[in-house]
T-cell receptor
Framework: DARVTQTPRHKVTEMGQEVTMRCQPI?????VFWYRQTMMQGLELLAY????????DSGMPKDRFSAEMPDATLATLKIQPSEPRDSAVYFC????????????FGPGTRLTVL | AQSVTQLGSHVSVSEGALVLLRCNYS??????LFWYVQYPNQGLQLLLK??????LVKGINGFEAEFKKSETSFHLTKPSAHMSDAAEYFC??????????FGQGTRLTINP
């Protein structure tokens, strides 16, 4: 049963620390998305990649967030420095790249910044 | 710009009763529409999607949704609620670039 995996599942850190979240998309999927979920804002698209190239990161605070795909099996989302307002659940999703394609979501990383 | 409005952040129904979760969309072009479900501490899972084929779409777990262009709606229904349906439900719209715009979600509670 192919799944999107995310690590870590939970992360508690102090303000100012670097946070790295990792995602392994489903093998063969060429599109990867990062979302953030908060009570106040709901689900927001931060960035997405197709064939490892960033297509849109307009939803991401550029000064502290960065997203990369070092290879086809790994996507990373980094926050440096982290702030309490970054506390949220971060989801990765992958798909096969067509317009009507289903996005398959990972279980999320719950980030708490103290 | 596309957007989705889910009417009712919290819906409560009795077990065995009809489930109706409302979604209205705004789009300048024919949209692709999705319903996702999120169980506690899990990611989102696709229930069903509308991609301009049949207007009545059947999904998993007995759910279905009907696309009504005249009403710009895509409401989700299930004839008989089960306790396992308790979750949060998200309606989303995409214009084909795979960028989903989600509604705020509706939390469904099932009363025994």
């Amino acid at each position: 049963d192919a799944r999107v995996t995310q690590t870590p599942r939970h992360k508690v850190t102090e303000m100012g620390q670097e946070v790295t979240m990792r995602c392994q998309p489903i093998l063969g999927h060429n599109t990867v998305f990062w979302y953030r979920q908060t009570m106040m804002q709901g689900l927001e698209l931060l960035a997405y990649f197709r064939n490892r190239a960033p297509l849109d990161d307009s939803g991401m605070p550029k000064d502290r967030f960065s997203a990369e795909m070092p290879d086809a099996t790994l996507a990373t989302l980094k926050i440096q420095p982290s702030e309490p307002r970054d506390s949220a659940v971060y989801f990765c999703a992958s798909g096969s790249g067509t317009g009507t394609d289903t996005q398959y979501f990972g279980p999320g990383t719950r980030l708490t910044v103290l | 710009a596309q957007s989705v409005t889910q009417l009712g952040s919290h819906v409560s129904v009795s077990e065995g009763a009809l489930v109706l979760l409302r979604c209205n969309y705004s789009s300048s072009v024919p949209p692709y529409l999705f319903w996702y479900v999120q169980y506690p501490n899990q990611g989102l899972q696709l229930l069903l999607k509308y991609t301009s084929a049949a207007t009545l779409v059947k999904g998993i777990n007995g759910f279905e949704a009907e696309f009504k262009k005249s009403e710009t709606s895509f409401h989700l229904t299930k004839p008989s609620a089960h306790m396992s349906d308790a979750a949060e439900y998200f309606c989303a719209v995409s214009r084909g670039a795979q960028k989903l715009v989600f509604g705020q979600g509706t939390r469904l509670t099932i009363n025994p």
